[in-house]
């Protein structure tokens, strides 16, 4: 039990989805976001599993992200490219049949001049100002583009999380604007659009964080445990410190395990001192600094130290972390790193 195990639960993905997807509606379809090797959870496995439970639509944001996931779908698979068409990408659209999301007037001269008779789509911006076609480029080029046909056109909300939030009316007739009256297939609803409801799905939703079980998603199943092995365990005196900086000191005679895992692995630093990890349902303090490799955890209150301890489980779950880290459950998953052994469970099959 050397190597630390990152647990995803598939059913628990699936189940997500489907919850989702029944949100949306039935005049609209649901698609998987899968950038960032599904939020750091493995898209050659996460994307099959969603694709055997009915998605046919996947996002990933790099051309290269949706080459290595191709082999791992079926022919029906779509795969977008939030990234668009970059500069060098078109023998990776080709080879794998990607469907860039155009972004600007480059990308789309690019895109049909180098691939002139290859799917694309279009993404605009509503008012996020971070990626997509502005309104005035949008009304130049959408002739052209409608006319050679357009896969689907998209925006992305900026404060979907917050339901009250002013933007989110805002961007939904910003998009219905720019939109209104065409032909072409739209989307604007992430995990957090979905929960808004049916004003915000259009044709095609597309989630993410809410399939690994993040907020704001709050009826989402957990996907993830973390379980790090004990490396060894040690009795501190009183009056004796822990770990670099010398950060923590006993008041009482402690049984410290220390843990193969640190912040190469994603454990955020920040956390030192603040967490919990679990022994089932206990509750083990994180002693000390995050180290690299290493973390020093007080097991002073257990029975017997067990193999491993979870700092991401049923009793502590992505959210409850990022919480105490003071982030959001996205870093906090896509962060987990490539030294964990991932261990796919699933039943359905
Ligand atoms: C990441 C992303 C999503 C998925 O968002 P979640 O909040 O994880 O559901 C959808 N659309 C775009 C454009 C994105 O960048």
Redesign the pocket.
Known sequence: MAQASLKIDLDAVVANWRALDARSGEATRTSA?V?ADS?GLGASKVAPALYRAGAREF?V?LAEEGAKLRPHLGPEARIFV?GGHMAGDAPLIREAGLIPMLNSPEQMARHLDALPDAPFGV?LDTGMNR?GMEDDAWQEAAPVLLDRGIELV?S?LAC??EPEHEMNAQQLAEFKRMTDGMAVKRSLA???GILLGPDYHFDLT???????G?R?FEAALGVATLSLPVIQTRVVQPGETVGYGNTWQAERITTMATIAAGYADGIHRVLSNITDLYAGDIPCPLRGRVSMDLLTVDVTDLDEVPDTLDLIGPSQGVDALADIAGTIG?EILTALGPRYNRVYSEQAG
């Open positions: 976001v950038k939020y996002f944001a939030l993404q990626l998209m992305h979907a999380d992430a995990t957090g597309r989630p993410g964080i809410g399939l690994y993040g704001p996205y």
